[in-house]
């Protein structure tokens, strides 16, 4: 089943940062599609819930040097 | 403080400690340095001073490479890491730590930003009074199911979007409207989740709670337009897919020239589009933000770039410049008694759906005498027809509309016209003199009438007034003000509209449009090389707000439709947040245009100052990331507009 997450991270300090952290959740096992605003700040993740663990985004989110939190 | 604490302030500060430290260690190393007799020590506490600034740096760098993107923290990785190679560690400790201490200064600030949209969702209550089995029970106010009763007191914030059932209270609905004079709310009035209740106690039957809120629909909305790119802004970002590229070739080429490797190190990081792709997004979120609060929806970064280009506003009359609350002001009978020509008219405009069907039939309905010969039957717009005992109007036989003319009905074998003088010139129904004149009359006043018209002999003549609002003259003055030239648009003829046109002073008017034809004058407006902005209401006006350079509805709170057609939404019905919406779109335009310059300017003149020597690798990077947060910081102006 295709599930739907959405996570904040308001500390993005330029545009690109925000597409490396879109193209590190891409890479994970199960992420369908991902969107990553740097205006906003908000990341929003399609995955598979049988493939990817939700528990991993924050992780992979703090791999690259921002601080998630909930939506 | 237990390590549990400590740990969690250590997670929640790590950019600041990590930037404080650094500079500590920084500015000992140097201090050594400059002593110049521990030159080793130094050294080493430099080069600590850089990983312990570019450790999460180089850690993002690692993943930018991976992913096969090259950005800024990739450059700056490897201009520190160069300088440390050719033994310049203290260039290499302070590219590190200003721009360790730039990003963190830039996340903060554009931290504030983002929370614009924080403040109006923290304005729903998290709990909610609702009666369940006969009891008032608190619940949160996610669960509350509708139809179900919401007990709102005095004080309170309403937790859900609903009608209200029981009570009667001004109600501020600035979080929605950005209006903060509060509205008055009685049985069946709708309040919006999120507002603040100020006076009596409510009862309110739920329509929609949790996400499915008028306040939550707005905010998702605004962060959409935040998000949606400008045309400034995808320009920006095609160019940089080149640009970062032909820097780096442009810093390999130096290298190769004159075997600098600061030159070409220094090259890379000045090099970064740093200024040039945060300025555009930071405006816009900002200018976005901003009118969010005030209750004006805009659409999107693209949406506003236009805005900021109007020099044309066109206003629809009905219901924008005037308050849309027509009411009978005098009905005349010419050989016919005004009452029962009142009751015709009524009687042929019952099935009608149109304002000024609806202003006869109500006037009708609570006429609470005959009404005598030009005497003023006033159908006051807010008396509710259902409470006041109404006088039942008989149904016609049949009815015709025609459009933008008038009506056609039967009724007891007689055939009945309510219409302008167009209708009755196609029909060759003679205008006696004397109605003419009435006509007239009333018309230079500003009020629009119909003939009543009984087996093609005119017996009557309804006059009907629409009070214009009474910020309609300041508004328009304001945006002449601001070099805008304005027009209104309207189905009334020509000495209604120039009476109207007058009264508001307005620069010009367009009268006797059929509603495909205001479409047709704002195409020709565009033709001449305007930009133009269409002002209504978003249902009635929807094509010519569709067909204007940016269409602007107004009143919007309660309607999908209109926040969808429109490119700028008005929640409240408050003329006055025109000229805002206006100069706020013009001051964003500009504020791109300072942002832009600001970051090329910059660039070019380190450009120069590299190529030439006198700009160094740390003062470069001092400067870089100084241009960045000056155009954070300009951006950020169009917060406090």
Same mark, same amino acid.
Request: hydrophobic share 40%.
């Given at each position: 089943?295709?599930?739907?997450?959405?996570?904040?991270?308001?500390?993005?300090?330029?545009?690109?940062?925000?597409?490396?952290?879109?193209?590190?959740?891409?890479?994970?096992?199960?992420?369908?599609?991902?969107?990553?605003?740097?205006?906003?700040?908000?990341?929003?993740?399609?995955?598979?819930?049988?493939?990817?663990?939700?528990?991993?985004?924050?992780?992979?989110?703090?791999?690259?040097?921002?601080?998630?939190?909930?939506? | 403080?237990?390590?549990?604490?400590?740990?969690?302030?250590?997670?929640?500060?790590?950019?600041?400690?990590?930037?404080?430290?650094?500079?500590?260690?920084?500015?000992?190393?140097?201090?050594?340095?400059?002593?110049?007799?521990?030159?080793?020590?130094?050294?080493?506490?430099?080069?600590?001073?850089?990983?312990?600034?570019?450790?999460?740096?180089?850690?993002?760098?690692?993943?930018?490479?991976?992913?096969?993107?090259?950005?800024?923290?990739?450059?700056?990785?490897?201009?520190?890491?160069?300088?440390?190679?050719?033994?310049?560690?203290?260039?290499?400790?302070?590219?590190?730590?200003?721009?360790?201490?730039?990003?963190?200064?830039?996340?903060?600030?554009?931290?504030?930003?983002?929370?614009?949209?924080?403040?109006?969702?923290?304005?729903?209550?998290?709990?909610?009074?609702?009666?369940?089995?006969?009891?008032?029970?608190?619940?949160?106010?996610?669960?509350?199911?509708?139809?179900?009763?919401?007990?709102?007191?005095?004080?309170?914030?309403?937790?859900?979007?609903?009608?209200?059932?029981?009570?009667?209270?001004?109600?501020?609905?600035?979080?929605?409207?950005?209006?903060?004079?509060?509205?008055?709310?009685?049985?069946?009035?709708?309040?919006?989740?999120?507002?603040?209740?100020?006076?009596?106690?409510?009862?309110?039957?739920?329509?929609?709670?949790?996400?499915?809120?008028?306040?939550?629909?707005?905010?998702?909305?605004?962060?959409?337009?935040?998000?949606?790119?400008?045309?400034?802004?995808?320009?920006?970002?095609?160019?940089?897919?080149?640009?970062?590229?032909?820097?780096?070739?442009?810093?390999?080429?130096?290298?190769?020239?004159?075997?600098?490797?600061?030159?070409?190190?220094?090259?890379?990081?000045?090099?970064?589009?740093?200024?040039?792709?945060?300025?555009?997004?930071?405006?816009?979120?900002?200018?976005?933000?901003?009118?969010?609060?005030?209750?004006?929806?805009?659409?999107?970064?693209?949406?506003?770039?236009?805005?900021?280009?109007?020099?044309?506003?066109?206003?629809?009359?009905?219901?924008?410049?005037?308050?849309?609350?027509?009411?009978?002001?005098?009905?005349?009978?010419?050989?016919?008694?005004?009452?029962?020509?009142?009751?015709?008219?009524?009687?042929?405009?019952?099935?009608?759906?149109?304002?000024?069907?609806?202003?006869?039939?109500?006037?009708?309905?609570?006429?609470?005498?005959?009404?005598?010969?030009?005497?003023?039957?006033?159908?006051?717009?807010?008396?509710?027809?259902?409470?006041?005992?109404?006088?039942?109007?008989?149904?016609?036989?049949?009815?015709?509309?025609?459009?933008?003319?008038?009506?056609?009905?039967?009724?007891?074998?007689?055939?009945?016209?309510?219409?302008?003088?167009?209708?009755?010139?196609?029909?060759?129904?003679? @205008? #006696?003199?004397? /109605?003419?004149?009435?006509?007239?009359? &009333?018309?230079?006043?500003? $009020?629009? *009438?119909?003939?009543? +018209?009984?087996?093609?002999?005119?017996?009557?003549?309804?006059?009907?007034?629409?009070?214009?609002?009474?910020?309609?003259?300041?508004?328009?003055?304001?945006?002449?003000?601001?070099?805008?030239?304005?027009?209104?648009?309207?189905?009334?003829?020509?000495?209604?509209?120039?009476?109207?046109?007058?009264?508001?002073?307005?620069?010009?008017?367009?009268?006797?449009?059929?509603?495909?034809?205001?479409?047709?004058?704002?195409?020709?407006?565009?033709?001449?090389?305007?930009?133009?902005?269409?002002?209504?209401?978003?249902?009635?006006?929807?094509?010519?707000?569709?067909?204007?350079?940016?269409?602007?509805?107004?009143?919007?709170?309660?309607?999908?439709?209109?926040?969808?057609?429109?490119?700028?939404?008005?929640?409240?019905?408050?003329?006055?947040? @025109? #000229?805002?919406? /206006?100069?706020?779109?013009?001051?964003? &335009?500009?504020?791109?245009? $300072?942002? *832009?310059?600001?970051? +090329?300017?910059?660039?070019?003149?380190?450009?120069?100052?590299?190529?030439?020597?006198?700009?160094?690798?740390?003062?470069?990077?001092?400067?870089?990331?100084?241009?960045?947060?000056?155009?954070?910081?300009?951006?950020?102006?169009?917060?406090?507009?």
């Amino acid at each position: 089943m295709s599930e739907t997450t959405q996570l904040r991270v308001m500390d993005f300090d330029c545009p690109s940062c925000a597409s490396t952290v879109e193209r590190a959740l891409a890479n994970q096992d199960g992420v369908e599609n991902v969107e990553v605003h740097y205006a906003t700040g908000r990341v929003e993740i399609e995955y598979d819930d049988n493939v990817a663990d939700p528990a991993t985004f924050e992780q992979t989110i703090e791999n690259q040097g921002y601080t998630p939190q909930p939506a | 403080m237990d390590t549990q604490s400590v740990k969690q302030y250590y997670r929640k500060h790590r950019q600041a400690i990590i930037v404080a430290v650094s500079g500590l260690l920084y500015a000992g190393g140097w201090s050594l340095g400059y002593i110049s007799t521990f030159d080793t020590a130094s050294a080493a506490i430099l080069i600590l001073a850089a990983i312990v600034g570019g450790y999460d740096i180089a850690k993002t760098a690692y993943h930018e490479i991976k992913s096969r993107t090259l950005g800024i923290k990739t450059l700056v990785t490897l201009a520190a890491a160069g300088a440390i190679v050719i033994g310049s560690y203290w260039e290499a400790a302070a590219v590190v730590f200003l721009f360790a201490l730039g990003s963190y200064l830039e996340g903060r600030t554009m931290r504030k930003t983002r929370n614009a949209l924080e403040e109006l969702l923290e304005m729903t209550p998290d709990t909610a009074t609702v009666r369940r089995d006969g009891k008032q029970k608190e619940v949160s106010a996610r669960e509350v199911e509708e139809g179900e009763i919401v007990i709102v007191k005095p004080g309170e914030k309403i937790p859900v979007d609903g009608d209200v059932v029981e009570g009667e209270s001004a109600v501020n609905q600035a979080p929605v409207t950005g209006e903060s004079a509060p509205v008055h709310k009685a049985n069946g009035d709708e309040v919006y989740a999120g507002t603040i209740n100020q006076e009596g106690s409510l009862e309110v039957r739920t329509t929609g709670s949790g996400t499915d809120t008028t306040l939550q629909r707005i905010v998702q909305r605004v962060e959409e337009a935040q998000e949606a790119q400008s045309p400034t802004e995808s320009l920006i970002d095609r160019f940089a897919k080149y640009y970062t590229p032909g820097v780096i070739a442009l810093s390999i080429g130096a290298y190769v020239v004159t075997q600098n490797a600061i030159l070409s190190l220094t090259l890379l990081v000045i090099g970064c589009p740093g200024a040039l792709v945060i300025g555009p997004p930071v405006s816009i979120v900002s200018a976005i933000g901003n009118a969010a609060r005030s209750g004006v929806l805009m659409k999107g970064g693209e949406h506003l770039e236009r805005a900021g280009k109007i020099d044309l506003v066109a206003f629809d009359k009905t219901g924008t410049l005037t308050k849309g609350e027509t009411a009978v002001a005098d009905v005349a009978g010419f050989d016919a008694k005004a009452g029962d020509v009142l009751e015709l008219a009524a009687i042929a405009e019952k099935k009608s759906e149109h304002h000024l069907g609806d202003a006869i039939l109500e006037a009708a309905q609570d006429r609470p005498a005959a009404v005598t010969d030009g005497g003023a039957a006033t159908g006051q717009a807010d008396t509710n027809p259902a409470l006041t005992e109404a006088r039942s109007v008989p149904n016609p036989d049949d009815f015709d509309v025609v459009a933008g003319k008038g009506v056609i009905a039967h009724h007891d074998g007689r055939e009945i016209v309510v219409g302008n003088r167009k209708l009755l010139d196609e029909r060759d129904i003679k @205008i #006696p003199e004397e /109605v003419g004149d009435y006509v007239r009359e &009333r018309e230079e006043r500003g $009020e629009t *009438v119909v003939h009543i +018209v009984r087996d093609g002999v005119v017996i009557g003549a309804i006059a009907m007034r629409d009070e214009l609002r009474e910020a309609a003259p300041g508004v328009v003055q304001e945006l002449q003000d601001a070099g805008i030239e304005t027009v209104m648009l309207t189905g009334d003829n020509e000495r209604v509209a120039a009476a109207v046109a007058e009264e508001v002073g307005i620069d010009d008017y367009r009268a006797e449009l059929l509603p495909e034809d205001k479409q047709a004058v704002i195409e020709e407006y565009r033709k001449d090389g305007h930009v133009v902005a269409m002002v209504g209401d978003g249902i009635n006006d929807a094509p010519s707000l569709a067909t204007a350079d940016v269409g602007i509805a107004m009143g919007a709170a309660g309607t999908d439709t209109a926040i969808e057609t429109a490119d700028m939404a008005l929640m409240a019905d408050d003329l006055k947040r @025109i #000229p805002y919406a /206006v100069t706020l779109s013009k001051a964003t &335009r500009w504020n791109i245009y $300072e942002n *832009v310059g600001l970051a +090329v300017l910059t660039v070019s003149l380190l450009l120069a100052g590299v190529l030439t020597s006198y700009v160094t690798l740390a003062l470069g990077m001092l400067v870089h990331e100084a241009s960045v947060l000056a155009v954070i910081l300009n951006g950020m102006r169009l917060l406090r507009y």
